[in-house]
């Protein structure tokens, strides 16, 4: 009978300790007289029920763990969770708070000498298709990439018969070829090209203050 009530008295005792340690735990469900407004996106729930003009600690803890208490119910309850081998998600909707930005923006990028001039002539952008590597060759009937191997920039250079300007001719330097001038043309055209790209880069690149 002794070993009976000892056995009661430790299964009491065990269960006010669980009950005490339950008490100490607040509700998951929060009620405030006027009810949080949540912007899910931004992990934002915001509370504009009014607080004592010296609040202590104690509530200002209080206020802080209802609100996060009641975004994460909002968040289990209406927000979607899938699971996958990578494991477990919660999917957010789009933002609806705009967030000031944390650095100022950058300054605007100047245009460069080219798009100075396009805009002043009036030229568009290339398009989508005129973006594209080939090319129709109406000599050959057929299309051909515009650079590169048998590319439509080096027409004329394989060429079995090469007409010769007599003035370039005599303005030539002494063993050089005739036949390599179309591609020494091509490559100078390509260095002019990127001394011009070079430049304007530099000159579109803001000044040091």
């Known amino acids: 009978m002794a070993l009976e009530k000892s056995v009661e008295g430790v299964e009491m005792a065990t269960a006010d300790t669980a009950d005490s340690k339950i008490k100490q735990f607040k509700s998951i469900t929060v009620e405030k007289p006027i009810p949080y407004t949540f912007d899910l ?3 934002l729930a915001l509370d504009t029920n009014p607080l004592s003009p010296l609040p202590s600690e104690a509530v200002l ?5 209802d609100g996060a208490q009641s975004l994460i119910n909002q968040l289990l309850t209406t927000c979607p969770i899938t699971s996958s081998s990578a494991g477990v998600f919660l999917h957010l909707p789009t ?12 300054p605007e990028k ?3 000498k080219w798009e100075l001039f396009a805009a002043k002539k009036g030229i568009k952008p290339k398009t989508k298709e005129e973006r594209k590597k080939m090319v129709f ?5 057929d299309w051909v990439p515009k650079w590169g191997y048998k590319g439509k920039n080096k027409d004329g250079e394989g060429d079995w018969l090469v007409e010769i300007d007599e003035k370039k001719e005599k303005a030539e330097r002494e063993g050089r070829n005739v036949r390599g001038e179309g591609r020494r043309e091509r490559v100078e055209r390509l260095r002019r090209n990127e001394r011009k790209m070079r430049a304007n880069e530099a000159r579109g690149r803001p000044k040091a203050s």
């Not at 803890?61 to 763990?65: I, L, N, P, Q």
């Not at 933002?95 to 950058?106: A, M, Y």
């Not at 060759?137 to 009937?141: F, P």
């Open 110 to 112: 100047q245009k460069t």
């Open 137 to 141: 060759d109406e000599e050959k009937g």
């Open 95 to 106: 933002p609806t708070t705009s967030i000031p930005r944390e650095k100022r923006l950058p």
């Open 41 to 43: 996106g931004n992990l």
């Open 61 to 65: 803890s209080s206020t802080a763990r």
